[in-house]
């Protein structure tokens, strides 16, 4: 729970946030030992904290005495003149700061750290899940079905790339916040995709990982409370997981929109989204790209059915959606409420056209639709053949299932 505290602030003191994880986690080896010994200490935090400091000050001086012996062998050697390195005893030792007003900084610092655009987007993931959510390799290996040691070298080569592009620990100054936010962002968003809808494995959502990313967006919103489009991810996120308790079954079998009991859903989260929304609208700048699927989330949530869902308006936020953030599979969401607003051929005549352009080529999603489209126009020969090729693709069991189901039912 106070991971992202200590890190954060022992890399403030260490600039060094690879050293900072390190003597955070020998400080909670130390108190495994020390604390059902002595006692749990009255301020837990503090005293990890100062054993962490304590550590990083004898790493300090291990490189000092190394770079003094480096410069006694390079003048032996004759490559040398006056060493570069500082004596043992001239290592300060400052104190930790712990000052409560630099906490909140020291935890935005690390997020934008973990999050920085000179990482690959899958060592972003995994790095803010280690440093900022606290998670181990272990489970942040569970979540994405990759092993234990293949996310440690993610995490591991991510340190590094940081190290070698001397990334500064700061929250960045105001004229790159914005760029760097982005990344943020959409790091988070990821997080709770894979979350929301697993690309693979047996299980159809993994709630742990997707509550992680709506814990991180929440500490993110009190961290910079001005960007709107901060409080349009968190929205997006606590509406579409207002939805979770409905998704599934018994059994962990999905249970699609059309056919999930309503009264489940989540009214708690419902609020909390509405009113992040709403802030986002407030900041009077106009929605972005995630505050456009928050409202578009949003209408799905107040509607009482599918039947009297605001259709007209869902296509609309989806033509503003493709124009500030264009991709494939938002023009195959928005054919999808098109054939809601406007009829199944409407639709189709839709996804034909993005068919015909082979941008989602390989991918389930466009024979999933088609199929679905194309048994609502009673061509069920067709739509079998969709479904069968979109089950073929599918990385998830439990979605295959669902397509494999559909296609049988056309037989």
Not at 37 to 45: H, L, Y
């Amino acid at each position: 729970m106070e991971s992202a505290r200590i890190v954060g602030a022992l890399a403030r003191y260490t600039g060094d946030l690879a050293l900072a994880e390190d003597v955070a986690s020998e400080a909670v080896a130390e108190a495994l030992v020390s604390w059902p010994r002595d006692g749990v200490p009255r301020d837990p935090t503090a005293w990890l904290l100062a054993t962490g400091r304590r550590r990083a000050i004898d790493a300090f001086r291990r490189r000092a005495a190394r770079d003094v012996r480096y410069a006694a062998f390079a003048r032996d050697l004759g490559e040398g003149g006056a060493h570069a390195g500082a004596t043992p005893s001239e290592v300060g030792e400052p104190d930790l700061l712990w000052d409560p007003d630099r906490i909140e900084d020291d935890k935005l610092a690390l997020i934008f750290t973990a999050c920085h655009p000179v990482l690959a987007k899958d060592a972003r993931v995994a790095l803010t899940l280690r440093v900022v959510g606290g998670l181990s390799s272990e489970e942040i290996a569970r979540a994405f079905l990759v092993p234990a040691p293949t996310i440690q070298a993610r995490i591991t080569r991510a340190k590094k790339q940081l190290g070698a592009a001397r990334v500064r620990f700061e929250v960045p100054p105001a004229d790159e916040r914005t760029a760097r936010l982005g990344s943020v962002l959409n790091v988070l968003y990821l997080i709770f995709s894979e979350g929301s809808s697993a690309s693979g494995g047996g299980d159809w959502m993994r709630t742990d990982l997707a509550r992680e990313a709506i814990r991180l967006a929440r500490v993110l919103t009190r961290l910079v409370p001005d960007e709107p489009e901060v409080a349009g991810l968190l929205a997006l996120l606590e509406l579409t997981a207002a939805r979770f308790p409905a998704r599934t079954g018994p059994d962990g079998e999905p249970i699609l929109l059309a056919d999930q009991d309503r009264r489940r859903w989540d009214a708690g989260a419902i609020r909390r989204g509405r009113a992040a929304l709403a802030r986002a609208r407030g900041a009077g700048r106009g929605l972005g790209p995630y505050g456009l699927q928050a409202a578009i989330a949003e209408q799905h949530d107040v509607a009482a059915s599918v039947e009297v869902t605001d259709w007209d308006s869902i296509v609309a936020l989806y033509e503003a959606l493709g124009r500030v953030a264009p991709s494939p599979v938002v023009e195959l969401n928005r054919a999808v409420a098109v054939s809601m607003a406007s009829g199944p051929a409407a639709g189709l005549e839709e996804v034909d056209a993005l068919a015909g352009s082979g941008v989602l080529a390989g991918s389930y999603l466009l024979p999933s639709v088609r199929g679905e489209l194309l048994s609502r126009l009673g061509r069920h020969a067709e739509a079998r053949s969709e479904l069968e090729l979109a089950a073929q693709r599918c990385g998830n069991e439990r979605e295959r299932g669902v397509l494999e189901a559909k296609a049988a039912a056309l037989s």
